[in-house]
Each structure stands twice: as C-alpha cells, then as structure tokens.
C-alpha cells in the first residue's frame, strides 16, 4: 500500500476511537484487558468498532446517544476489530452462539451474553434504530441509574 493511503487509514482509525472514547466507551486493546473487564459482576456493554461506513455512520451514532437513558450498563468498553485483534477475538469469545460481526453490541451480564446486536441488525438501519434495539436490551437486563 502507499503511504498516502496508510496515512488516511490512520486518521480513519484515530477518528473512530476518538468518537467512541469521547461517547463515554473505555478503549480495551489487550486480551488480559478485556478478560478483566468482561469477567467482572454486572452488566457490560461492548461495542464491537470498525473502520466501516455503517460503524461510522450508523453505530457509533448509536452507541452514543442509546446510554442517555435511565437504565443502562455498568460498564461501556469497546475493541477495534481489525486493529486490537487479540483483544477483539478475546471479547469475541464471550459472544457465545454468535459468529464474528463488526461493528456489533454485545451486552453481558456476570460475564455472559445476554443480548447482541450484530452486523445485519445495523447495516441498512437508522441510528435511532439501533439506539431502540439497545434500549430494549438494557431496559430488560440493565438497573435503572
């Protein structure tokens, strides 16, 4: 590749991380990290981030406005598919029944999957769709904050 092209895929990806982090979402990169976090008592949402249109356009969006709301997950933590592979394949992991997909949500409780939003449930959908679908997840597994 031309380092013209690295450099923009390096900017891509900085962006994407930047809008996730700034959306209140704790960067996991290692497999140990996600271990740590995916292991603990309560609930988990992971945002599966990718370099994609629809991560971009559709799920990030989402990400960000689904947790102003009055119940939501202890914890919000994301992993970069393509970029942190060990921590992604890590969190993968947990996401038992269900095959790799990015960008995707994964909401566990006490370390187990309990609700996914996947590739498909995203692609072609409104953010405020995807915003619906996670509220519906954390109004059934979620405390009220």
Excluded: W
């Amino acid at each position: 590749m031309n380092m013209d092209f690295n450099l923009f895929m390096n900017d891509v990806v900085r962006q994407a991380r930047q809008e996730i982090v700034a959306a209140g979402y704790s960067e996991l990169t290692t497999s140990e990290e996600v271990d740590e976090v995916l292991k603990s008592k309560g609930t988990t949402l992971v945002m599966v981030n990718s370099v994609c249109g629809c991560a971009g356009g559709i799920a990030r969006p989402a990400a960000a406005h689904a947790v102003h709301y009055d119940r939501r997950p202890d914890q919000l933590v994301t992993v970069f598919a393509g970029q942190d592979k060990d921590a992604t394949e890590k969190a993968r992991s947990y996401f038992t029944g269900f095959p790799p997909s990015s960008p995707s949500f994964a909401l566990l409780k006490d370390g187990e999957i309990c609700a996914m939003v996947e590739r498909h449930d995203i692609e072609g959908h409104d953010p405020m769709a995807v915003v619906q679908k996670l509220q519906a997840a954390f109004d059934k597994y979620c405390e009220e904050v």
